[in-house]
């Protein structure tokens, strides 16, 4: 094969090899709802990413020793929509939904982590999105109530 039509082979290879990495790239992981300006927005890992991220170490009940989640803090979230809403009705991807106040997000400095020591968390390991609390930072934050305003593979939320 000439050398060219090589090349060009070689690149229509690559392109497709590249493809589904850039579809996940670009996927909506997260629509948000409610009181600002548009109602909704979607947002793709790299757009929650853009946003600017928070990082803390923590023990969990779900992980054995403590991990490091990196994430956009709730807050953030909040002053980027210019959102109103005392309440985030937060929806999984199984289909779990729970009315979490928005002050307890915001005071209590939870994130939507995106990484977990330092690598995304597919849907089998509670990715893409996970509220997560630091729950050393506070020992009231260690019970049931801040256990099930954790919610792994957040699909939505709805600030009303
Ligand atoms: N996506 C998702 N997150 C979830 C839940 C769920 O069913 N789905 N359960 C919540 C509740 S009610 C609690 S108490 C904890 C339970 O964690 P465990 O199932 O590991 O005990 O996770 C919370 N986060
Ligand atoms: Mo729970």
């Keep these: 094969m000439p050398f060219i039509q090589r090349i060009l082979a070689s690149l229509v290879v690559l392109t497709g090899l590249c493809l589904p990495v850039q579809a996940a790239e670009g996927a909506t992981v997260l629509t948000v709802e409610g009181q600002f300006d548009g109602g909704r927005r979607s947002f793709s890992l790299a757009e929650l990413e853009a946003l600017g991220t928070q990082t803390f170490t923590t023990s969990t009940p779900w992980h054995d020793g403590k991990v490091t989640f990196e994430g956009v803090a709730f807050a ?85």
């Design 76 to 160: 953030r979230l909040m002053e980027v929509l210019k959102a109103q809403g005392d309440t985030a009705e937060v929806t999984a991807l199984n289909a779990y939904s729970i009315d979490v106040p928005v002050d307890d997000l915001v005071t209590n400095k939870a994130i939507l982590a995106l990484k977990r020591d330092g690598q995304y968390m597919p849907v089998s390991d509670k990715g893409p999105v996970f509220i997560i609390y630091p729950f050393d930072a506070d020992p009231a934050l260690n019970t049931e109530v801040h256990y099930s305003r954790s919610v792994w593979q957040v699909r939505s939320i709805a600030l009303r």
